[in-house]
């Protein structure tokens, strides 16, 4: 069992920046590929940015490369996602998930299909 929670969302202007934390507890974290997704209100969910379990590849959707970074901490069992030069459309609830097994692979995964774990969410607003 994996218990994730987001953490460091909130209300920021646009062109500010905000770093979201995810916590995992239990063992398997560092052996775990992790996924940050969100969702905005009448939307489904999309993916933005994915990291494998050694940290060494990473993923973002177009939308926010070049503005978002997603690091992790294996020693804190924490994933963290650093979101620069915030758009209006950045505003969503964002979600951290976890993808269990995937120390041969160390790959990153982009569908929401892959993760077994998911966090409740952390809500970020982004004000003109």
């Known amino acids: 069992q994996v218990q994730l929670v987001e953490s460091g969302g909130g209300l920021v202007q646009a062109g500010g920046s905000l770093r979201l934390s995810c916590a995992a507890s239990g063992r398997t974290f560092s052996s775990s590929a992790m996924g940050w997704f969100r969702q905005a209100p009448g939307k489904e969910r999309e993916f933005v940015a994915a990291i494998s379990w050694s940290g060494r590849s990473t993923y973002y959707a177009d939308s926010v490369k070049g503005r978002f970074t997603i690091s992790r901490d294996n020693a804190k069992n924490t994933v963290y996602l650093q979101m620069n030069i915030l758009k209006p459309e950045d505003t969503a609830v964002y979600y951290c998930?976890?993808?269990?097994?995937?120390?041969?692979?160390?790959?990153?995964?982009?569908?929401?299909?892959?993760?077994?774990?998911w966090g409740q969410g952390t809500q970020v607003t982004v004000s003109s």
């Open positions: 998930a976890a993808k269990l097994g995937t120390y041969y692979s160390d790959s990153y995964y982009l569908s929401e299909y892959e993760y077994h774990y």
